[in-house]
């Protein structure tokens, strides 16, 4: 392998050790709703520095939901101003216990900007 390769897989995994650092799961959302986030990760592309970012949710018991819901990733910059934010809808009558969500983010230069993360869950009206 390249230095140049080396250097750019370098990069690429200090900018998702710091997303990963520095988002903020917000559990008792989840928990109030019998969910929980399993875990969570990112992608970043080194041609332009745009963001996918995938969280596992899982039910904490064995019954379905009543309800469908938003899981929702929000970015925010250094001086704590929103720069992206996207959804993902769960739907109760279509979860069997395990969902993956999956966000993009095509901003050229947002996984450069974002210097910090929540997630978060809301019901469906």
């Known amino acids: 392998m390249s230095n140049a390769i080396q250097s750019k897989i370098n990069k690429k995994e200090k900018i998702i050790e710091s997303l990963i650092n520095n988002t903020d799961v917000l559990e008792m959302q989840f928990e109030s709703y019998r969910l929980k986030v399993s875990a969570f990760g990112y992608n970043v592309s080194l041609n332009d ?19 469908d819901y938003r899981v929702k990733i929000t970015l925010y910059n250094d001086k704590g101003n929103i720069v992206g ?3 993902y809808s769960i739907y109760g009558s279509e979860f069997n216990g ?7 983010f095509y901003e050229d230069g947002i996984a450069l900007m974002v210097k910090k993360i929540r997630i978060f869950i809301v019901k469906e009206m």
């Open 85 to 87: 934010s996207n959804g």
């Open 49 to 67: 520095y745009r963001l996918e970012a995938f969280v596992e949710i899982i039910s904490t018991d064995s019954q379905k939901l009543d309800n």
């Open 98 to 104: 395990l969902q993956t969500c999956e966000y993009n």
